[in-house]
């Protein structure tokens, strides 16, 4: 990761994104999609992850996060890459997947290709985490975290996908405890 995609400021909030090796559409699946949930508030309620706002697509998360002090966002973000990816893995390799074969080749073949890993890769490396410093940019990056279902066609309104914090900002019951931006 280049110097100019690090979190730098350890109490700041950051807009990252959670890329798929090869943009494979993992979370067309119900249960890949809870897993990142299940672990999204594993790291809220043991690690002090902070999430503002997030949404998971068919290939990607975007996500606005802070963190408590320690461990800091740099390392919770890691921890929850490195953990998820396994563990992702384990999934496919146990479940029903007409994919398996497939995803499992491709995921180890990138593994291998790329020094940094010693088996499969599942996350792209980098997650170009931008620093949010302005009310005016926050709300840029939720509104865009909120709207990607709608661009993709999968809804009509934000609030009615329900693998993002949409539901929250209109006071309804979303899949995660947030901490709303005022």
């Not at 503002?52 to 408590?68: D, Q």
């Amino acid at each position: 990761m280049s110097n100019a995609y690090k979190m730098r400021d350890p109490e700041g909030m950051y807009f990252l994104t959670f890329t798929v090796v090869g943009w494979v559409d993992v979370f067309s699946r119900k249960v890949y999609r809870d897993l990142m949930i299940e672990n999204l508030k594993f790291c809220q309620d043991n690690k002090g992850l902070i999430i503002h706002s997030w949404v998971i697509m068919t290939n990607h998360l975007h996500l606005i996060l802070s963190a408590n002090e320690k461990p800091s966002l740099t390392e919770i973000v890691r921890d929850l890459k490195k953990y998820t990816s396994r563990e992702l893995i384990k999934l496919i390799e146990t479940e029903n997947e007409s994919r398996k074969d497939w995803m499992l080749n491709y995921f180890g073949w990138r593994g291998h290709v790329n020094p940094n890993n010693t088996d499969h890769q599942f996350w792209i490396q980098d997650s170009h985490p931008i620093p949010l410093y302005t009310n005016e940019v926050m709300q840029q990056k939720v509104d865009y975290i909120h709207y990607n279902p709608v661009r993709a066609g999968f809804v009509d309104e934000p609030h009615h996908w329900a693998y993002s914090s949409a539901r929250d900002y209109i006071g309804q019951k979303g899949m995660l405890d947030l901490k709303i931006i005022e």
